[in-house]
């Protein structure tokens, strides 16, 4: 049975819960456990499907087609564990589940209330899969005192308090803020966060505390006194620059250590963490750099594209460089000349969005890759927008676009040669779709397979003819005019197996240009770069050489 790692945040939120939990199962992984991590967010969204960007973040996509939180994509960066939908769960699925049971008539007429049946629904879920692993890692969303996140704060405490001595630990995330005027680092917000959580009768047993300064011994042993915690359990998390030295700063913090002495675990297993060295060897000695452009929709937010970003470090990492990625608003060329904003980049990537705004842009984006010899990654919508780009210049389609666009505007404005998918093919079950369908889970999502056309550039980067990648989108590139775009030299490289969906295309006489309809970011880890970004930083260092 595993143990349970309950993770909590205290003060402010931002504080790194999501990157703690990932960086201490890489620690775990490197000791020879195995480990599972898992999300509980309070949010009344059911998923965050069908959030804005703006809003949340990316959405984060399962190999079973689960729309989660973006931490997810942390876990498995760092632990190369593939989530699954049972791995994230929101107080809105939470009360559906409950309400659902209610009109079954499940409760057998009794009163429903928080508790115990909301939170006996959210220990249901801590359950699942128990028996599967050594350590079940559980980040809860928000901060201590939020009234959201009660119900789950009461089930962990339930939880624990239902299991043996040592099968639960809490590891509390809280924040000690530096007073420049008195030159002090402040403990009170951190005893305040403590006493908030033991106030519902959880206790920490490891506290995690980020800093800008350095934290004193004095400073660790009053918070050690005052939040009854060991001393060597107040582990200082400062900032870093790469989240992947996370996994080697917390092992020399003692994170790992605290956490394997909390169960009461000795002796404990040394860990091996070659691997993890070996990553920031490659970004702190890099031997060269490239500048990346990345010409998108929802470039205000750091977190929108937080897959991409990461994907293309590890493609640097790949190839021992440093990537620059420099983040373009797409609307911007909708009103000027892309030529001096993408002039000196070494390659374009245009990533995947909704909608029909700065659209426009992102063709002029794939224009330019295509027309200048610039190595391009065109990734869901990115590749949508390279197909009407060509349709519209080579393939006689002048009015050329995405029937997405005309849904969006209500009338019919252009030759769809990107079309709404009515149906595809899930396992051994026939999917359908509509346009009027509920937004929330309807997509294309989830893992399935292409196949690569032999001597393709993408069979090159992969090294294989099979390949299964993951999906979230509603629209295909229409297969009705792929002999116009062929004459025009666009392969189809990639489809997937009963020929109808082109899952990836390229360019036959340029550098490197690939437009692929699926999310690949979402299976790049440091680790393990995945094999498109690794060739497509390897092309843009290839063209850095000829400036």
Partial sequence: MARYVFITGGVVSSLGKGLASAALGALLQARGFTVRLRK???????????????????????????????????????TGVPARATDSISAGRI???VLEKERRGDYLGRTIQVIPHVTDEIKAFLRIGEDETDFMLCEIGGTVGDIEGLPFFEAIRQFAHERPRHACIFVHVTLLPFIAASGELKTKPTQHSVKELRAIGIAP????????????????????????????????AYDLTSIYAAPLAYHRAGFDRAVLDAFAIAPAPRPDLRRWEDVIDRLEHAEGEVRVAVVGKYTGLDDAYKSIAEALTHGGIANRVRVRAEWIDAEIFEREDPAPWLEGFHAILVPG???????????????????RAVPYLGICLGMQMAVIELARDCAGLAD??????????????????????????????????????AKGGTM?????????????????????????????????????????????????????????????VELRDH???????FHPELKSKPLAPHPLFAAFVRAAVEASRLV
């Fill in 400 to 437: 050329a676009g995405s029937e997405e666009f005309d849904v969006e505007a209500g009338r019919r404005r252009f030759t769809p040669v990107i079309y709404h998918l009515k149906e595809w093919v899930q396992g051994n079950r026939r999917v359908e779709r509509r346009p009027t369908d």
């Fill in 205 to 236: 047993d490891v506290l995690l505390c980020r800093s800008e300064h350095p934290i004193p011994d004095k400073e660790r042993e009053k918070i050690a006194l005052f939040c009854n915690v060991r001393p060597d359990a107040v582990i200082p």
């Fill in 95 to 97: 009360y559906m589940n």
């Fill in 40 to 78: 509980l967010d309070p949010y009344l969204n059911v998923d965050p499907g069908t959030m804005s960007p703006f809003e949340h973040g990316e959405v984060f996509v399962t190999d079973d087609g689960a729309e989660t939180d973006l931490d997810l994509g942390h876990y498995e960066r760092f």
């Fill in 444 to 504: 294309r999502l989830g893992a399935y397979s292409a196949l690569l056309a032999p001597g393709s550039r993408a069979a090159a980067a992969y090294g294989a003819g099979e390949v299964e990648e993951r999906h979230r989108h509603r629209y295909e590139v229409d297969i009705r005019y792929r002999d116009r775009l062929e004459a025009c030299g666009m392969v189809f490289s990639g489809m997937s197996p009963d020929g109808r969906l082109p899952e990836i």
């Fill in 353 to 371: 969005g909704f909608g029909e705004r700065g659209t426009e842009g992102k063709i002029k984006a794939a224009a330019f890759a295509r027309l």
């Fill in 511 to 517: 550098p490197w240009f690939v437009g692929v309809q």
